[in-house]
């Protein structure tokens, strides 16, 4: 259309937490092809360490505090226009957001949000006959910023790379419970006894606990009777 492109973009996204870690690799085909542009990202702090090697500001977002409310929202709409934002690029589409993107349209300030997959709806309703597949988190995350008129190729998949097992060396089979959740209740005492009893020399690794509100009850069932046979993460304790 020959329209110029937004200077500087706010990208929004707070949750959850393998969402956001997805978003670097959109935002580094992005500022490749736009090299002085300046972008925003709207996130929780504690996520920051994703975007490392990023020239990217920050918008911290308090979900649990001032950021909670809808009001929250708007204040923080205000802040962004402080800044000088001057389009938004949503990739959560929740509540909260779209109260931020109503606020900056108000406002004149553009606003783009992506497709959260009316698909899904669609292959539940007709169970997956003749449904295409959802195109992967990232491309949609890119097709975000092409409907704010930025034109980029989508970014190639991550190399993989073999690295050392953190757990030392696998013997048997492994049993993982919600890895890399950062919600509440993701532990599951009474399934936990049953699939020990099911496969008793397998090692569990459990998520949950600590900060994220399981306690050393709800995880006893991932043990054997020695005690032994699971893995405990409470990095969010630390």
């Keep these: 259309s020959g329209a110029p492109v937004p200077r500087h973009l706010r990208v929004m996204r707070t949750a959850a937490m393998g969402d956001v870690a997805m978003l670097p690799h959109a935002l580094r085909a992005l500022t490749a092809a736009y090299p002085d542009l300046r972008v925003t990202v709207a996130t929780q702090a504690m996520f920051r360490p994703f975007f490392a090697g990023l020239d990217v500001g920050f918008l911290d977002v308090d979900v649990k505090g001032a950021h909670h409310s809808l009001a929250g929202m708007w204040r923080l709409a205000a802040q962004a226009r402080r800044l000088g934002v001057d389009a938004v690029a949503d990739v959560h589409d929740v509540l909260r957001s779209k109260a931020f993107r109503l606020a900056m349209r108000l406002h004149g300030v553009p606003a783009a949000h992506i497709d959260k997959g009316a698909g899904k709806r669609a292959f539940i309703r007709c169970g997956g006959r003749g449904i295409e597949p959802l195109r992967h988190t990232v491309l949609r995350y890119c097709d975000v910023f092409r409907k704010l008129g930025f034109v980029l190729d989508d970014p190639a998949p991550a190399v ?79």
């Design 160 to 238: 993989r790379r073999d690295r050392p097992n953190p757990f030392g060396e696998k013997h048997g089979v492994w049993v993982g419970f919600a890895p890399f959740s950062a919600h509440r209740g993701k532990t599951y005492p009474e399934e936990q006894r049953i699939i020990r009893e099911l496969l008793p020399k397998s090692y569990f690794l459990v998520p949950g606990y600590g900060a994220q509100g399981a306690t050393a009850k709800d995880i006893a069932n991932a043990f054997n009777d020695d005690g032994l046979g699971a893995i405990v993460n409470s990095s969010r304790g630390i």
